[in-house]
Structures are given as structure tokens and as C-alpha cells.
């Protein structure tokens, strides 16, 4: 191959407890066409003298390395994508991995599709319950991913190149955490096209970590909710339905781990006509953390 098909994107902040597996992940690709670009977003930890020995011990991988003060997870993508040579960018988070023959199984697919946008597949989610596999599914327009929820995870997702540098991760604060699903509406909004390939080919660190910030992301989510709704990309119901959706579970996150002041709130915003979320309610009110 004469030209370099994948730019992976990696951005890092305070990684340097994953970043090792991450790196050595695409190490054993059964591929050889690719370089990488790994964004240190102002991390505090040893991130970078991590990333300098692993480029001096592998001389032969072609990796760029990229210092800035902590930007945020959509500005450090967009830093990387800037500089991406390959044909398609594919999104690798810090703290994931993916299955050795990742970039071998989605180029056999890529190359006979040159009209996809934005190839997602199947993973697992690893961590807080052992290994199990993510309920991820087609989609067919924007109005899937709120009525079902979000199916692509970034280090599932891969971006045709101009795609991915012509639209980018949105840097606003008010959607700061919610760039991802941000830029899957707005590629949808553009009538960019979606494939999935059902091989589960990449491993999601699930952390817990949002459990302190909840309200905060479900703020960030609901205002990207409302953006699109707002230019017209979906009805009202739909609209309507992912707040719903997003409410109760938040509420069930809540309640599984005995917070229930904190799920009767989330609850009470649910829709309070499901026989399902009414009897939740109930055992929440008794104490109950089923």
C-alpha cells in the first residue's frame, strides 16, 4: 500500500494507566497502514514521558505526538484530525483497546464501500461487570439514536478523513462531554451515511466515573438534544421520548446504588403513565436499590 489508509486519534489526559494497553492494542494490528496521532491534553500525570519511551521502543511505528493545555476531549480530536494523512480517522480512546484484527476486518468492508461517512461496530464493555458485549445496532436516521439511545462508541467509530476534518467535534461548553453524539446528529443532519459492521472488535473501559457528574452530562446532553430539535432534524415526540429515556435512567442509576432522593427526583420527570417506571417508583419510595 503506497498511501496510509488509517489515522488513528487518540486522546489523552491523565492516561498514563491505560495508555500502555491502548498503544500496544494497535501495535498488534493485523494491518500495516496506519499512523498515529496521540493528543497529550495538558495531563498532569506522566502521560508524556509514557508516550516518549513507547515512540523511542517502536522506532518503526509512525506516531505523532501532540502537547497542548487541557483543551477538552472535542478540541483535542480536532488538533489530531488537523494533521491526519490516512484516508479514514479511526477513533481510539486512552483508556480502550481494540481486538488485533480491528483495522484489518473494517478496511475489508471500507474498501468496497467508498460512500461511507462513518463506519461503527459492535464492542465490548469491560470493568465494573467483567466483559459482556454492548447493545449496539443500526441505524437509520437521527431519530434512532434518541427513541433507542446512542449505539456508537468513538473507539467503535471510524470517519472517512474529509468527512471528519470538513465537520469535526464541537468545542462549545454547552455541549462539552456530549461532543461525540453532538457530531453523529450533525453528520445525520448532513445526510452523511452510517454503516454498521456487527463484529465486536473494540474493548470500552466502563469506569463509574460519571456518577458524581450525572446532572452536569445530562444537562450537556439535553442541550444537544435540543440544538438538533430545534433545526428541525427530528419531531417533537422523538425529542420528547430521549428526555424521557434519559431521565429514567438516570433515575435507575440512582436507585441501583441507594441514592433514592436522587432517583425519586429523575423519576418524578419520567414518564409517569409507565406502569414499569410507576412500580420502580414505588420500591424507590420504600428503599428499595432493586
Given at each position: 500500500m503506497s498511501h496510509l489508509f488509517y489515522s488513528i486519534i487518540i486522546p489523552a489526559y491523565n492516561a498514563a494507566k491505560t495508555l500502555e494497553k491502548c498503544l500496544n492494542s494497535v501495535l498488534t494490528q493485523d494491518f500495516p497502514s496506519y499512523e498515529i496521532i496521540v493528543v497529550n491534553d495538558g495531563s498532569e500525570d506522566h502521560t508524556l514521558s509514557l508516550l516518549q519511551s513507547w515512540q523511542e521502543n517502536h522506532e518503526d511505528i509512525r506516531l505523532q505526538i501532540i502537547n497542548q493545555e487541557n483543551s477538552g476531549l472535542g478540541a483535542a480530536r480536532n488538533a489530531a484530525l488537523q494533521l491526519a494523512k490516512g484516508e479514514y480517522c479511526a477513533l481510539l480512546d486512552a483508556d480502550d483497546y481494540w481486538h488485533p484484527e480491528k483495522l484489518k476486518s473494517c478496511h475489508s468492508?471500507?474498501?468496497?464501500?467508498?460512500?461511507?461517512d462513518v463506519?461503527?461496530?459492535?464492542v465490548f464493555n469491560i470493568g465494573l461487570n467483567g466483559e459482556k458485549k454492548r447493545r449496539v445496532f443500526a441505524l437509520s436516521a437521527a431519530s434512532d439514536i434518541?427513541?433507542?439511545g446512542c449505539p456508537i462508541v468513538p473507539s467503535a467509530a471510524i470517519l472517512k478523513t474529509t468527512t471528519a476534518q470538513e465537520f469535526g467535534f464541537s468545542t462549545q461548553s454547552k455541549f462539552h462531554g456530549a461532543?461525540?453524539?453532538?457530531?453523529?446528529l450533525e453528520l445525520f443532519a448532513a445526510k452523511k451515511c452510517f454503516y454498521y459492521w456487527p463484529e465486536a472488535i473494540a474493548y470500552y473501559r466502563e469506569t463509574g466515573g460519571m456518577s458524581s457528574r450525572i446532572d452536569e452530562h445530562l444537562k450537556k446532553v439535553e442541550n444537544?438534544?435540543?440544538h438538533f430539535y430545534q433545526l428541525d432534524l427530528y419531531k417533537r415526540l422523538a425529542f420528547e421520548q430521549a428526555l424521557q429515556r434519559k431521565w429514567y435512567e438516570a433515575a435507575r442509576f440512582y436507585q441501583k446504588r441507594g441514592q433514592h432522593h436522587a432517583a425519586e427526583r429523575y423519576y418524578s420527570m419520567a414518564d409517569g403513565k409507565s406502569l414499569k417506571i410507576f412500580t420502580l417508583k414505588i420500591m424507590n419510595r420504600l428503599g428499595l436499590s432493586y
Open positions: 468492508f471500507l474498501k468496497h464501500s467508498p460512500e461511507c463506519l461503527y461496530h459492535n434518541l427513541e433507542k461532543e461525540d453524539l453532538y457530531l453523529w444537544v438534544y435540543e
